[in-house]
C-alpha cells in the first residue's frame, strides 16, 4: 500500500496519561498534515510541516499537543496528559508541494481514533 | 482567517436524481477548493478540486463551480447512486496554506 498510513488505528488511553501517533505519509510528498475530527464535524487543522520544519500550528492547539518530523518523512503527535475532551479521530494527509504559488491536494490517511477514559 | 460554511447539513434524494451541495468561504485569498467524500468509518477520499483560473469542472458525474466574486462553490452530482450515500465536505486553502473544512454534508441517496 503505498498510501498514507497511520498507527494505531485505535487507542484507548485514561485520563491524564500520554498517547504517541505515528504518520507515514506517501514517501515522495513534502508536505505533512495533522488534523483533528470529532463526530459530525470537518477535519479541523492542527499543523503541518514542509519536510521537517514545523511551518504553521493551529492557534487552537493546547501546549499539551507536539508534533515532530525529525527526517522529514514519518511524523509523531504527542498528547500528553490526556483529557476526556481529546477523544477524536487525529487524521494526517500528505501533499507534494511544488513551486509556491498554488497549493498542493492533500491525501490522507485512515486516521487513529483516541477514546479518553 | 479562513472560514468555510456548508449547506445543507443533511441531504436525501432519490437515486437518479440530483444532489446540489454548497459552500462559501470568508478569505478572498483562497484559490484551491477540494470536495472530499468520508464513507462510515474510513478517511477523507478526495473526489475533485478547483482551482481560482477556473469557474467548472467536471469529472463524470461529479462537477464542482467556483464564484470568485461571490465567495461560493458547489458540489453538483447527477444521476445519483446509493453508493454515493456518505459525508461530503468541501475546503478552502487559508492564505498560510493550511486546509479549512466545512463541517459536512451527508448526503443520503434512497433506491
Known amino acids: 500500500d503505498t498510501g498514507v498510513s497511520q498507527d494505531p488505528r485505535h487507542k484507548i488511553t485514561k485520563r491524564g496519561q500520554n498517547v504517541t501517533f505515528r504518520c507515514d505519509p506517501i514517501s515522495e510528498h513534502n508536505r505533512l498534515y495533522w488534523y483533528r475530527q470529532t463526530l459530525g464535524q470537518g477535519p479541523e487543522f492542527l499543523t503541518y510541516?514542509?519536510?521537517?520544519?514545523?511551518?504553521?500550528k493551529s492557534r487552537l492547539l493546547s501546549d499539551r499537543f507536539s508534533a515532530e518530523r525529525p527526517k522529514g518523512s514519518f511524523s509523531t503527535l504527542e498528547i500528553q496528559r490526556t483529557e476526556q475532551g481529546d477523544s477524536a479521530m487525529y487524521l494526517c494527509?500528505?501533499?507534494?508541494?511544488?513551486?509556491?504559488?498554488?497549493?498542493?491536494?492533500?491525501?490522507f490517511g485512515p486516521g487513529t481514533r483516541l477514546t479518553v477514559l | 482567517g479562513e472560514n468555510v460554511e456548508q449547506h445543507p447539513s443533511t441531504l436525501s434524494v432519490q437515486e437518479g436524481d440530483s444532489a446540489v451541495i454548497k459552500c462559501t468561504y470568508s478569505d478572498s485569498a483562497s484559490n484551491y477548493f477540494p470536495w472530499y467524500k468520508q464513507e462510515l468509518g474510513k478517511r477523507p477520499q478526495l473526489i475533485i478540486d478547483?482551482?481560482?483560473?477556473?469557474g467548472e469542472k467536471k469529472d463524470q458525474r461529479i462537477a464542482v463551480t467556483l464564484n470568485k466574486t461571490a465567495k461560493h462553490f458547489s458540489l453538483h452530482i447527477t444521476e445519483t447512486q446509493p453508493e454515493d450515500s456518505a459525508v461530503y465536505f468541501c475546503?478552502?486553502?487559508?492564505?498560510?496554506?493550511?486546509?479549512?473544512f466545512g463541517a459536512g454534508t451527508r448526503l443520503t441517496v434512497k433506491p
Open positions: 494527509a500528505s501533499s507534494l508541494q511544488i513551486g509556491t504559488s498554488s497549493t498542493d491536494t492533500q491525501y
Open positions: 475546503a478552502a486553502n487559508a492564505s498560510n496554506n493550511d486546509m479549512r
Open positions: 478547483i482551482r481560482s483560473n477556473v
Open positions: 510541516f514542509q519536510n521537517e520544519a514545523q511551518l504553521e
